[in-house]
């Protein structure tokens, strides 16, 4: 039970780490991702709009963005808490969520550039069943997925050149929250290089401090 937000570089393994403590903490994990995309096929007015921004190759601004969030945390089934993966992005954002529904605790996933950029060259997907994997990180041969035995190919936005961008943005516009939170007293640092289980052992271990 509580509020928590997952931060991290991208390859950090928020999401893989907000899945798990979910389960743990029976609350709901809430990714942008997953919202954007439950708003965009709902076609409520908030979605329409959200589409056709993207569809234009725009970034979503952060009123809609905004509202898509207030609109899913106003839901019954984050009324013990929720696991917020991938927002916010911004301190502005942060301060918008703290007007309505503030966080107990912000993980941070630290991890070097080097580390998250071997990471993220090292996602697949399986063609066959979908399942999502890193090889570096499970245990799998490099071209069969542990599950169906399907081939694993390389997710298209994870080429060298767009991790770059997608590292080089982090830094610049989402980095900044660590300080914003650390200066309120809700940062908890746990180290992101390590293997998933230890990293999990180790959320577990400061969120119930």
Do not use: W
């Not at 076609?43 to 898509?68: F, H």
């Not at 917020?84 to 966080?103: I, K």
């Not at 190919?153 to 650390?182: A, C, F, N, S």
Request: some cysteine; proline content about 5%; overall charge neutral.
């Amino acid at each position: 039970m509580g509020r928590y937000v997952m931060l991290g570089m991208p390859g950090a393994g928020k999401g893989t780490q907000s899945r798990k403590l979910s389960q743990e903490m029976e609350i709901p994990h809430i990714s942008t991702g997953d919202m954007f995309r439950e708003a965009v096929k709902s076609g409520s007015p908030l979605g329409i709009r959200a589409r056709e921004i993207m569809t234009a190759g725009e970034l979503v601004p952060d009123e809609i963005v905004l509202e898509i969030v207030k609109e899913r945390l106003s839901r019954p089934d984050v009324s013990r808490g929720y696991i917020l993966d991938g927002f916010p992005r911004t301190v502005s954002q942060a301060r918008e969520l703290d007007s309505f529904q503030a966080p107990d605790a912000v993980i941070y996933l630290a991890l070097s550039q080097e580390e998250a950029a071997r990471r993220l060259e090292g996602r697949r997907s399986c063609g066959k069943c979908g399942a999502q994997l890193n090889i570096y990180l499970q245990e799998s041969a490099e071209d069969s997925c542990p599950k169906c035995g399907g081939e694993l190919v390389r997710r298209e936005d994870d080429t060298p050149e767009t991790v770059r961008v997608r590292i080089e943005t982090y830094i610049r516009q989402t980095k900044p929250l660590t300080e914003y939170y650390r200066e309120k007293g809700l940062l908890r640092e746990i180290d992101g290089a390590r293997g998933i289980g230890s990293v999990f052992e180790n959320i577990i271990r400061s969120v119930k401090k």
